[in-house]
């Protein structure tokens, strides 16, 4: 998983007509139906013009539905994309974690002022690295100082699978970015360590928990957590193509479907689909996952550097200000051939989910989150009625 320094360039809307690809479960009335209509030339536009192979959207708007899709799944066979698409979601995974934290805590089964020596002891230890000086709520809202261990792909590729342990002590190895609490930076060690937490906390696996917490309850049957170094997405998906980051158009791709993600883990390892994002982060946002104080806790942030353009960070999930003025909810993951983005307005009713199976991106858009950044814009941008 990617950390993403993003952009919200604006892109270049061509002036092609785009064949609308959208459904919409029900009509909708004409304000709204233009806006899908935008969005859909959007998606149209990051195939044709940003050169990816696929891209697809979900809204949610209220009780209505609408989802689109261009490009392909598969550039062998030409499928295309589809609502059922399971795709990796890289960072959104962290929303997922923070809320299973926050539920223990709600039990009372830790508090977020807990030192991670307190339930890790002797794990973050080393190189200035001091466990007791860094409490949970620190590791949601990557205020900790911990090194990010994804940085360091050298010891990353030293291995060909990973343990919690093994990525926690790639990042102690290095010193830490700042004192604990003293600053800002995105760091996957900080939820690696969190997932650490929760299972020391229930005495259970991380996907056991996320299960039968969220998943379940929610009825968010494409959403899971893979165990160990499991490679393959289970169920219907699209392939994943990447550049492995280099910008240059004629830059070889490479299918990375089949992707050990034990390097990820709690920190970006999940699947999921458009719909269920939609349905998790609705109803995350609409305060019907956790209770009050934890509701607080989340949504609690802190301002960001060297991130997403006009974003804050609370606890696994961001706020940011679109150009317009307008700030919307939720969380951005990219990794290795699949960048997505799940925002939507504060209360929950109106959502956007967004995934490309192409970690690049042309023609006026610096990366895939220029695309999104646009997609937000028609979403959340147009007044209804107007």
């Not at 261009?70 to 995974?93: E, P």
Request: charged share 20%; hydrophobic share 35%; net charge negative.
């Amino acid at each position: 998983m990617h950390q993403h320094t993003a952009h919200t360039d604006s892109g270049r809307p061509g002036a092609e007509p785009a064949k609308a690809a959208g459904a919409v479960t029900e009509p909708a009335p004409a304000s709204r139906a233009e806006g899908y209509e935008a969005i859909q030339r959007l998606l149209q536009q990051a195939v044709t013009q940003g050169g990816l192979p696929g891209i697809l959207a979900e809204v949610c708007d209220g009780d209505r539905q609408w989802f689109g899709s261009a490009g392909v799944a598969d550039t062998r066979t030409g499928r295309k994309r589809s609502q059922q698409d399971r795709f990796r979601i890289g960072s959104i995974s962290k929303t997922f974690v923070a809320t299973v934290v926050l539920q223990l805590a709600a039990e009372g089964r830790l508090s977020l002022d807990d030192t991670t020596e307190h339930w890790l002891p002797s794990v973050v230890h080393s190189h200035h690295h001091d466990g007791v000086r860094v409490n949970i709520r620190m590791l949601l809202n990557h205020t900790s100082g911990i090194f990010n261990y994804t940085d360091d792909q050298e010891a990353l590729n030293r291995y060909e699978t990973h343990t919690p342990e093994s990525l926690v002590q790639i990042a102690v190895s290095h010193p830490p970015t700042f004192t604990p609490g003293s600053g800002w930076a995105y760091s996957n060690t900080n939820y690696v360590l969190a997932g650490m937490i929760i299972e020391r906390a229930t005495g259970r696996a991380l996907a056991e928990e996320i299960t039968e917490r969220i998943s379940l309850p929610l009825g968010l049957t494409g959403t899971y957590l893979p165990h160990g170094s499991d490679p393959t997405i289970h169920g219907p998906h699209s392939r994943h193509y990447t550049k492995l980051f280099q910008t240059h158009p004629g830059a070889p791709v490479h299918d990375a479907t089949e992707l050990d993600s034990s390097m990820f883990w709690a920190a970006g390892g999940m699947i999921s689909t458009a719909g269920d994002l939609n349905r998790f982060f609705g109803a995350l946002l609409g305060g019907r996952i956790l209770s009050p104080a934890q509701q607080r806790d989340m949504f609690t942030t802190v301002p960001t550097r060297d991130w997403i353009s006009n974003a804050a960070y609370g606890l696994g999930v961001s706020s940011v200000r679109l150009p317009c003025g307008e700030t919307v909810w939720g969380m951005g993951g990219a990794l290795f051939g699949s960048w997505s983005y799940t925002y939507g307005a504060r209360g929950g009713e109106q959502m956007v989910t967004t995934n490309v199976n192409g970690d690049w991106s042309t023609d006026g858009w610096d990366d895939p989150i220029g695309i999104f950044t646009d997609l937000l814009q028609a979403k959340f941008c147009r007044r209804s009625g107007t």
